[in-house]
Each structure stands twice: as structure tokens, then as C-alpha cells.
């Protein structure tokens, strides 16, 4: 009897035990799908409060008027910025309007660069398509001792100043976009994953694909870190290598922030060389954004806003010889072309969830103020 007993026992409890193993184990696959998901396709909770808490404000000075640096001392203005006070624009009728120069930067574009084609990450980790071309990331090759990294990218105007209606004209915004859209898919475009198709839209880079012409940009890197880009050396990319060819196929140093900002670069000039980009600084720009088939380096600058935002900017105060104090924002929180990733960014990559990358792309515009807003 016992031992009959001591069987009806282990029976029943293996019989009470089956349905919360089996809720347990499908807890458990369901938590992986959820994960893999957000592995492959995050979501960089751009619709929110990260909108405008991840953006970094301080990005906008210097800030010129009427030719004079009214806001920081100047330092972070380009080569080739307007001296003019005053400035004439045609109107609608083809009349002259007389207003004053003014020039910021301004947040423009958002560029993300993903893994998984057609994946975005500002849209909630939503994906366009569930094709299995085009897939990125950084991969080992066998045999050459050399890594690769390959990444797609979408390409999105996203003027907030515009879309908060703060003091922005209508001259002052190139394109004339105003609003969050999507202006362009590399998983769309062959010249961006065959680099033999590149070299039709930038025969030149042949003339930089060689020893010397790579080891001038380390000359570029010491002064974008230091100051700002070289203009003359206008197929580096600074610190992140050189900007030939325009394509997503890079030698990877295992740096992702390295690696998706000189893809960024990349963007940028392809981007200008198909005349889809303009120039926004300059006596030539004040009533309107130029085309402009080589980039300008020291347009741009850039922050991250996922996976990690780049919005923090320290304050630094000192008192003069009459006791009075003054307070300096420091622009740490975005950086040239080319900056070394040693100082913004090797500490914003996050394992898994973080691989893939958004980036706000500031643009420093100087354009005719005539208070109409119409022009």
C-alpha cells in the first residue's frame, strides 16, 4: 500500500505541474521574440520628450547679426562666413528687399544607420520591408586579416526650428522642407553597396585611393580635433578616414562610432555631388541655399541621439579683472566632421540594442533678414 501510495503521489504532482511548465516556456519564447525584434530593429524613442531633451541646444551659437558674433566668441564659424551688414534680396515682383544678415546653426537633417534594411529606428523600430538583401554590420573577413563594416542609411529633413515655428524664414531654410520626411533610402540606391558603380558618380576618387593621399588626412584629424576641418583637404574625413568613395562599404577598426560617422560623412558628400544637398553659408548663400558639388566640412556638425544622446553642454565660468563673472557654454555636446570619436563618442555604443545609430545634423545657415516671411 505504501508504495502504491507513494506512486499516486509523484503521478499527481507531474500532473499539476504540467501547465504552469508549459505557460513558463512559452513566457520565456515569447520574452526572446521580443528581444530579437528589439535586437534587430530598435526603437530610438524619437517620438517623445527625446525630441527636444535629446537635442543639443547649445549647438546653435555662435550666433551672428548684422556681421558681429553677438553670442560665444567665434571660433566655431566657418571659413568663408558673410562679413556684410546689411543685405538686398529680389521679392516676389522682382523688386529688391533690404534687410540685416544673420547667421546660426540650425538642426536640419537626421540620418540613421542601421543593420537591418529598411529598418527605422526613428519611426518606433518600424520596418518597411521584410527583405533579406542589404544586411550590415561589422563582419570578419577570412583570409585578408581585415575587417569590413557595411551599413544602410535614411536620410530625413527634420528643420526643428521650422517645425517649432522659432524665428526661422523662409530664405533661411535650403529646400524648403518643413517638416520630418523622408528624403532618401540607400537600400534604393546600388551606387551605395557597389563600388564599382560609385566610381561613375566620383571618377576622382581613384586620385586619393593611394598611400599619400591617406596619410595627409592624419594632418586633418590633429586640426578637426583641435579646431575645425581643413577645407583644403577636402577628401578626408579627419580623424575617421578617408572620405573616397562614396559608398557604404568601409575598412572597419572595430570603432562603431567611427564607422557610422564616416558613413555619415560619406552621405553628406554623395549627397552634394548628386545635387540634393546645398550650401547655406557665405555672401552666395544669403538669399537661399546653393548647390554645391563638393562638401563643405565646416557646414556640418554633428550629435548623436541614439543610442545614447550627445545633449549634455558644460558651462564654464571665470571672473575678469573687475570682478565681474561670465559664463561660456562649451560646445561639447556636438562635433565636426571628422572630431575624434575619443572625445564624443567610443563610450555611446550599447551591445545589442545600441549597434544601429541616429544623428542630428546641424548646418550653419546665414541668410538676409527682411521680415517677410513670404520670400
Known amino acids: 500500500m505504501r508504495i502504491i501510495f507513494t506512486l499516486i ?58 556681421g558681429m558674433t553677438i553670442f560665444d566668441e567665434g571660433s566655431d564659424l566657418p571659413d568663408g562666413a558673410t562679413e556684410k551688414s546689411f543685405c538686398a534680396c529680389s521679392g516676389d515682383e522682382g523688386l529688391p528687399m533690404f534687410g540685416v544678415t544673420g547667421g546660426a546653426w540650425l538642426p536640419a537633417r ?14 518606433g523600430g518600424t520596418s518597411f520591408n521584410s527583405g533579406v538583401r542589404l544586411w550590415g554590420g561589422h563582419k570578419e573577413v577570412e583570409g585578408d586579416g581585415t575587417d569590413k563594416t557595411y551599413y544602410n542609411y535614411h536620410y530625413w529633413a527634420f528643420p526643428l526650428y521650422a517645425i517649432l515655428q522659432l524665428f526661422v524664414q523662409n530664405n533661411c531654410n535650403a529646400g524648403g522642407l518643413r517638416n520630418l520626411d523622408m528624403m532618401y533610402m540607400s537600400e534604393l540606391d546600388p551606387t551605395w553597396n557597389v563600388d564599382e558603380l560609385a566610381f561613375f558618380m566620383n571618377p576622382e576618387a581613384v586620385v586619393f585611393a593611394n598611400p599619400l593621399a591617406v596619410a595627409a588626412c592624419t594632418v586633418d584629424c590633429a586640426t578637426t580635433t583641435v579646431s575645425m576641418p581643413m577645407t583644403s583637404l577636402f577628401w578626408c574625413a579627419g580623424c575617421w578616414g578617408n572620405l573616397y568613395p562614396f559608398t557604404g562599404n568601409i575598412a572597419s577598426d572595430a570603432s562603431a562610432p567611427r564607422d557610422t560617422s564616416l558613413l555619415i560623412a560619406r552621405v553628406l558628400a554623395s549627397l552634394h555631388r548628386k545635387a540634393l544637398a546645398h550650401k547655406t553659408y557665405g555672401d552666395d548663400a544669403l538669399c537661399g541655399g546653393q548647390i554645391y558639388p563638393m562638401i ?5 556638425k ?3 541621439l541614439f543610442p545614447l544622446a550627445e545633449a549634455n553642454a558644460e558651462e564654464l565660468e571665470s571672473t575678469d579683472a573687475n570682478g565681474v563673472k561670465h559664463t561660456k557654454i562649451l560646445d561639447n555636446c556636438c562635433h565636426w566632421i571628422g572630431e575624434s570619436t575619443f572625445k564624443w563618442g567610443e563610450h555611446r555604443t ?26
Open 9 to 66: 503521489v509523484c503521478v499527481s504532482s507531474l500532473v499539476f505541474q504540467t501547465t504552469p511548465l508549459a505557460q513558463d516556456v512559452a513566457t520565456t519564447e515569447t520574452t526572446q521574440n521580443i528581444d530579437a525584434t528589439k535586437l534587430l530593429c530598435p526603437d530610438a524613442d524619437f517620438w517623445g520628450k527625446k525630441m527636444l531633451t535629446g537635442v543639443c541646444w547649445s549647438c546653435l551659437f555662435p550666433v551672428r547679426l548684422l
Open 110 to 123: 537626421l540620418i540613421e544607420v542601421v543593420r537591418k534594411p529598411y529598418c527605422s529606428p526613428i519611426l
Open 296 to 300: 563643405p566640412k565646416q557646414q556640418y
Open 302 to 304: 554633428l550629435s548623436t
Open 350 to 375: 550599447i551591445p545589442g540594442t545600441g549597434e544601429d545609430y541616429v544623428y542630428l545634423i546641424w548646418r550653419y545657415t546665414e541668410c538676409c533678414l527682411t521680415g517677410d516671411n513670404d520670400h
